[in-house]
Every structure is written in C-alpha cells, then in structure tokens.
C-alpha cells in the first residue's frame, strides 16, 4: 500500500466515515495495530450490553451510597463487582461511538493510538510521501526515532564519563569556580553525542580541551561551550588546538573583543585554514556596513552563502519584517534576524517561516527568538522541524536526560540539529540518518557540514540564559515561599 | 498489591526524637500505629540544642513544606495504600520574614533570652520552632493545639483514609510539646509572642509530591520529573494514573455535597467546606493519581439553613477549586503529548480528559457527567435531600470545537 493510501484510510476512519478498505489494506493495517477489527456479532453485544448502562449505573450508585453510610472499609464484593462491570460497559460506550463500517470486508474499524500516532506522521510528512510505501514509511520513522533513543543513550554515557573524570580529578587541577555541574555535562554531552564514536574517546577529548588548553579566560560557560565544540571535531587534538589558538590571534587582529575570542574561534575552527582569510574579510565587511553587529551576529553571516552586502540587506529585511510582527528590540531579536539572514531560504519567506516556529516556541524558551530562528533556518518546512524537535523533546523525556524540567527543550534543540527522517537529515547529521537532500552550494568560504558555528548560537543564546537561571535561583525555588 | 509511598529527596533536617510522658491525642484507629512506631515528639536540633541537649534519639526528616518534616522509614499500609509519616509543627526552615534559613544566627537575632541566645552562638544547623504569633494564632514553625484538633476531628470523619471517596491524609494524633520545650520556643519571636501550648500534627501522606506549589516537585511545574518518579512509562499507564486523578479531584471539588447531612433537632444541614486551603498547595498526588488533601486543618462544617444555601455552598466549592483540579488535568496531559504525541493538538487533548474523566466518574454515587447537546453538564446529587439540593454545572462548553 502507498502511504498516501494508508493516510486518507486512517484519516477517514478518525473522522468516522467509511474508507472502503480492501481486504489486502486491512491485513496491513490491522496486523499492525492502527486498527481494531470488530465483527458484527462483538458490535451487537456491546449495543444490547450497553442498552443496561444507566441502570446499571444507578444501582451502582445506590449500593455505593448504601456502602459508604455503614462501617468499614472495603466496598462488597458484588459492589467492586459491578463498578468492574460498570466500567467495561463504559469502555464498550465509547468504542461503539468511534466503530466505522466497513463494507468491502464486513466488518467495523476502531481506531488506535497507534493508528492516530502514524496518522500524524503521515500528515506532517505528506509532502515527503510521493512513491513511498507505508512499510517504507514506517521502517524510516522507526529507524529516525530509534536513532534519536541511540543519541541520547550515547549522551548519558558521556555525561556518566564526563560526571566521572571530574569527581576523581585532582581538586587542585580544576578549581571549585570551573568546575562544571550536571546540567553543564548534559549539554556537552549532547553535542558530544552527535558524533556516533566511542563515548570514552568524546569524553577524554573534551577534558583534554578543558583541562589542557590555554584559554586567557576564567569565563566557565565560555569554556564549556568551546570544549564541546572543540572536541566535536573530527580531527586530533593537536590540530584543533592549534587551529583555535591561531584562530584568536588573528581575530585580535580583526578588532574583535577578547571576551568574544573563544566563541568566536571556536565557532571559526571547522574551517580549512585556506579559508579563513576569507571569512574574516567578511567579518570586515560586516562590520563596515554595519558598526553595531557584534561578534556572533556579523559570524553568522560571514558564514552564509551570500556576499557581505546582500546578507546585510537579508539582516535589514529580517529586522523589518520582524518588527512588522512586532518582534522589536533587543539582542535576540537581532539574533534571530542574523539567523534567518544566514539562512537557505528565499528572502521573503523568512519571516513567514519564523513566525511559524514562534507560534509553536512561545513559552518553550525565554526569550523564544533565537531558537525560532534555528528551526525556522533548517532545510526543513517549518511544521516539520517543528515535528522533529517535539521527537526530540519526546525521546530526551523518555529517557529521562534531565534533572531539571527547564534542560528538556534546550537538550531536544541540540539533538533535532541535522535530524530528519526519511534521508531529509541535512548539516552535520552525525546520527546514523540519510545523507544530506538540500545543500547550499558551496561558496568561499566552504560550508562546513560540521555544527560549530550552530552550537555556538545555541550556546550563547540558549544555554547560558538557563544557565544563568540555574545559577541564580536555588533548586529548592518552589519550597521557599512556605505556608502550609 | 500495595501502591508503594513515593517521595523527592529534599533537604535533610536533624531532629530529635523525645519519648516517656508526653501528652498524646490520637486516633484510636491507629493506636498501635502512633503508640509504638511513631510515638514522642520531633524537637529540631537547634532547639533541643537550646534546651541543653536532654535526652533524646537523633532522628533525620526529610524537609516537607516549611515546617513539616517525613520519617521517611516510618511507614504504614491503609487499604493497599502506603503512607509515609509526617510530622507538621517540628520547625521552619525559613526565617519569617527574610528568604533565608532560619539558623542560629538567626535564631539569636529574634531570641529574647540572653542565656539561650549565648547557648546557641556557637551552634550550626537550621529549623526552629518559635513563638511568633503567626496566622491568627499559631506558633510559627510549630501547631496550635485549635487547629491540630481541627485536622483530627476531620480525620476522624475518613473511613480509613477517605471521606464519602474524597482522600486524605489522615491524623493519626496530636503530641503536646513538653513544657522544657514550650518554653524556650516563647523566647524567640520577631514580633508578637504567641501565647499558648505548642503541639504536633502526625498524619501519613502517599507523597510528597504537591499539584502547583511548596514541594521540591511539584505536579503543574515539574510534570516530566514527576512522571519519572511515578513510573509512569506507557500512554496506558498516564491514562489510569489520569483516571484517578480525575476521579479524586472531582472527589474534591464536591467535598460539601457528598460529606452533607442534616441534623433533625437544629433544620441545619452541615457539611465539609474548605477553609484558607488549596488544592494546588494543601493536596499531594499519589504515586497511581490519586489526589490526597493533606492540610486537613482547614477543613470544617459549612452550615446551611437551607436547599438553597447548600446549592450555593456546593456551586461556590467547585467553582472556587475547579481551576486547580482542571490545572492538574491538563499538565498530565500536556505531557502525555509531549512524550506520545498521539493528539490532534489541544482540542483534541482536552477531548481525552474529558473522555476518561466521563468514564473515571461513572461509579461516583454523588456526580454524573452528562452530554447535553454540545455541552457537558456535571450533576452533583448531596448526600442528603437529593431532590432539594441537586445541582447542574456546566463543565465544558461547546465540546468538540
């Protein structure tokens, strides 16, 4: 059966209206538990039985009234008796309502959760759907999901090595002001895991960045994100290393701000070295064009396949038509406008699709603008990164990969980040996904399909306002105020 | 089988437990319960410190709130149902009036005694009972011996742990603190001395896990953690553990109708009403759904003269509460959408809650839930003079747009 074909059968039948499944349709979709088949004998039984529910249900309540005016804690037998039988010909009501006849094979239809869940992969993939079979289609959606549950056990094994190493290093080697919490691991982890490796060699990576390079800064956020970067890279320490200390020597040059020097080159350090006089004279460029951006936002652009004057006038038109929508003011908005201007889409699409993910984001993250922005510049349709991040929100709930309730979105961000089902996984997919449907041709300077620059955002824009959170509220924030 | 009790790790507080002639009154139901397992008084160390460490066994509670604390080894079973004891008046935590612990400096900044402000001055530790008179007339950090007794007569009104199908936590007794106690806990206080003896509530609870506020977890807030630390890992599972939630919160919300009686001799009919207590900070959430209310201290009779009065009564207990149990409802099943997925979005979510809360009300003998058109319209049928006092409230409106 063709997914489509699949689809309008489950969608008919949710609405309740008769979809004239063929015996061979049925098999597929009963044997797998989107349907429920119901003979006509089994419908007439549950009519006639449920024919006795009110009355039932009255006697139900005078024995109970009964019970509950004499002594003693348990309710008769025959009482739980009939509340058990009270509450099957409940079931058995609301089945009947949903039941839909179906005339080719004789018989009627229940839906399932099961079947309302593929049902809303098929509509949210719709477009995907063209000359796939519904096996196809639920194998790739198993394997996604399956991968996004290997993701998130290989986080937790790093974070466990992570959590390890620093508890048995010497207290000396890492004074009590760097030294990292759980919530930090978690995020390093979570980048860490994209890269599908041995997690003790992920782990032992990133304490070799941390604990080994010569930062120039006690900034611990700064160190945790670039550490993570760093070590996200699939090249040897030694070479990494030299490339992001040279990375922010040249960056001196480039006027930028020392304290902006670790993210930056650690956001710079996935490009070849060919390249990176490029990139800085974009930075320049930027910069001249316009004065104010800062380190991140003119980066973001500098990176993006468009020349320094017409990233610019993306950025201006991303300002504006946020605004429009009366999103005004401030650093994230900025951010998100140099997000989207950096983005693969068409130039007027922008803003649509970033009010898109708004709608979904509000309330999901404070502020909600950058985050926006990261889904609504994915290759992506915008409901269907939307769809992958709350997978990803589902699969870090799952399993359990938090302490605190507010980690959940900030971790399933990282973890959607080049993830798709059905090949459509796009830039730094490291999960066991497809490879890549939608490039960006490179230009100078190269695409790198690595995520630096991304983590970087996320980091900056993401983490370190929960971070700052956490660390200025006690965990305890909800038995502070005490009356009871 | 029986629901094991489940609790969230919270600050540890050093008490210590004083036993021998102690003024007790308890629940002859659970005697053997109060009298063996957890008999004595809970003195929080700094106290017990203060009064020149008499003898006593070292006990470690479990924060609860701000001046409860769980024995959390202390357990008993109550019709399939574990309960952990809780003892309410054994310190605050927090100083009165400044969001910091109340330790023995600050203890010593209130304390109108210098020989007992000297006695602590070289002392650690945190948690106090204290004089401040504090909400009407109850000793901050500890219980007033008025509405312990409140709570113990309510309880004593639960056939085990439930009145009519609404759940509580029940008060197995009341423990007078000893006067060596008593009084020094009159020499600390910020403003008004509270004047008056010091008890102590011991009631048992399935969780320390509250609907909205005042836990280190609570129900609305942490929805995710609290499905961790209930088990809950299946859609099926969220949908039992939503019936019962369901079905007690509305157990709740029509507390008066189903405790309502009428007295012959006076006209009057009486029945449970909630006092200046919540369901989202005075209940907890039992590890299969079950919503306990825990501050029974406020709960007492309404009176009514009349039909009337008692439709009034029943109409303003729900609407006053429904909110909190309605947030409840929703904040499962928001997370059962975020980790199943499985809703067409919220309208679709709210068509399930009210499903399984249709099927989780069937066997109520004192509500319905009925369609009426596109409505859904909750019947509330008293304990007494049904056909006087029945009332209709509507539910849910427009459902299914």
Not at chain 1, 14 to 34: C, H, I, M, N
Not at chain 1, 242 to 270: C, K, M, T, W
Not at chain 1, 326 to 346: F, Q, R, T, V
Request: a negative charge.
């Amino acid at each position: 059966m063709e997914s489509d074909r699949a689809r309008a059968i489950l969608q008919m039948i949710q609405d309740r209206q008769e979809a004239s499944v063929q015996p061979s349709e049925r098999e597929e979709l009963v044997s797998q538990g989107f349907l429920v088949s119901v003979d006509a004998p089994t419908r007439d039984g549950w009519t006639a039985s449920v024919a006795g529910l009110a009355a039932l249900r009255d006697r139900v309540r005078e024995m109970s009234r009964v019970a509950l005016a004499t002594p003693g804690p348990v309710a008769p037998p025959e009482l739980q008796q009939m509340v058990a039988s009270l509450e099957e010909l409940t079931r058995q009501k609301t089945n009947l309502e949903t039941l839909v006849w179906n005339a080719p094979t004789q018989e009627y239809f229940l839906p399932t959760l099961a079947g309302r869940n593929v049902l809303a992969d098929l509509t949210t993939w719709q477009r995907r759907l063209e000359g796939r079979t519904f096996p196809d289609f639920l194998r790739e959606m198993y394997d996604y999901r399956a991968a996004l549950f290997q993701a998130v056990s290989r986080a937790s094994a790093i974070q466990g090595g992570l959590l390890w190493d620093e508890e048995t290093r010497d207290a000396e080697e890492t004074p009590m002001e760097l030294s990292f919490t759980n919530v930090d691991f978690r995020f390093a982890a979570m980048i860490l895991a994209k890269r599908a490796i041995n997690p003790s060699l992920l782990v032992s990576a990133f304490q070799m960045f941390h604990h080994d390079t010569n930062w120039g800064s006690l900034n611990k956020v700064d160190r945790l994100i670039g550490s993570a970067i760093l070590a996200s890279l699939p090249w040897d320490f030694a070479t990494v290393r030299n490339a992001f200390e040279r990375l922010r020597v040249e960056l001196q040059y480039h006027g930028v701000q020392p304290e902006d020097r670790i993210l930056a080159a650690a956001s710079l350090a996935d490009i070849p070295q060919s390249a990176w006089a490029e990139v800085l004279e974009r930075i320049d460029d930027l910069h001249r064009g316009r004065p104010t951006l800062n380190f991140l936002l003119a980066s973001a652009l500098a990176r993006s396949p468009y020349e320094p004057a017409e990233a610019l006038a993306r950025f201006e038109d991303a300002l504006t038509g946020m605004a429009a929508r009366g999103y005004k003011d401030g650093i994230h908005i900025e951010a998100a406008a140099s997000l989207l201007a950096a983005g693969p889409m068409a130039r007027e699409t922008m803003v649509e699709r970033f009010s898109v993910a708004m709608s979904h984001l509000a309330g999901t993250f404070d502020p909600a603008f950058a985050p926006a922005a990261m889904i609504a510049a994915n290759p992506l349709e915008p409901l269907e990164a939307i769809d992958v991040f709350r997978d990803c929100i589902a699969v870090v709930t799952r399993s359990s990969f938090y302490d605190l309730t507010l980690e959940i979105e900030e971790l399933a961000l990282i973890l959607s980040y080049g993830v798709a089902p059905m090949g459509l996984g796009y830039l730094a997919a490291n999960l066991p996904a497809a490879p890549p449907v939608q490039r960006v041709e490179p230009m100078a300077p190269p695409v790198s399909p690595l995520a630096t620059s991304w983590y970087v955002w996320h980091g900056h824009y993401v983490y370190r306002p929960i971070g700052w959170y956490i660390a200025t509220h006690p965990v305890h924030v909800h038995t502070v105020a005490a009356f009871g | 089988m029986v629901r094991e009790a489940v609790w969230v790790p919270n600050d540890r507080v050093p008490l210590v437990r004083t036993r021998g002639e102690l003024e007790v009154v308890g629940d002859p139901r659970f005697e053997s319960f109060w009298s063996r397992e957890v008999d004595g008084c809970y003195v929080p160390d700094l106290l017990w410190k203060a009064a020149g460490r008499p003898s006593g066994t070292p006990v470690e509670g479990v924060r609860d709130d701000n001046r409860s604390c769980l024995l959390p080894d202390r357990r008993l079973v109550i019709d399939d149902r574990e309960y952990i004891t809780a003892v309410k008046g054994c310190g605050a935590a927090m100083d009165a009036f400044e969001n910091v612990p109340l330790n023995a400096v600050r203890a010593r900044a209130i304390c109108r005694d210098p020989r007992l402000s000297e006695a602590l001055a070289t002392e650690d530790g945190s948690g106090l009972i204290t004089g401040e008179r504090w909400f009407g007339n109850t000793p901050y950090g500890g219980q007033a011996p008025d509405n312990a007794m409140i709570g113990l007569l309510a309880s004593l009104r639960a056939d085990q742990a439930q009145i009519a199908g609404f759940q509580v936590c029940p008060v197995v007794s009341l423990v007078r603190l000893p006067d060596e106690y008593a009084r020094i806990a009159s020499r600390f206080f910020w403003y008004r001395r509270y004047e008056g003896a010091y008890w102590q509530e011991i009631r048992l609870m399935p969780s320390n896990v509250r609907v909205y506020f005042h836990s280190p977890l609570t129900f609305g807030v942490d929805t995710s953690r609290a499905f961790t630390l209930f088990g809950i890992e299946t859609f099926e599972g969220a949908e039992r553990f939503l019936t019962n939630l369901a079905r007690s919160s509305f157990a709740a919300l029509t507390l008066y109708a189903r405790s309502l009686r009428h007295d012959a001799a006076s006209g009057l009919y009486r029945g449970l009403d909630y006092q200046d207590v919540w369901l989202d900070k005075d209940a907890v959430v039992a590890a299969d759904g079950t919503l306990h209310f825990a501050d029974l201290e406020g709960i007492e009779d309404a009176i009514a003269a009349k039909p009337s009065t008692v439709k009034e009564t029943i109409e303003r207990q729900f609407h006053r509460h429904v909110y909190e149990a309605s947030y409840a409802l929703e904040a499962l099943a928001v997370e059962v959408e975020r980790r199943w997925r499985g809703f067409r979005g919220p309208s679709d979510r709210r068509r399930w809650i009210l499903e399984v809360l249709q099927r989780a009300c069937v066997a109520d003998p004192f509500l319905s839930i009925e369609p009426t058109g596109d409505r859904l319209v909750l019947h509330i049928e008293p304990a007494v003079d049904t056909e006087a006092c029945q009332v209709e409230i509507e539910l849910a409106s427009e459902v299914g747009s």
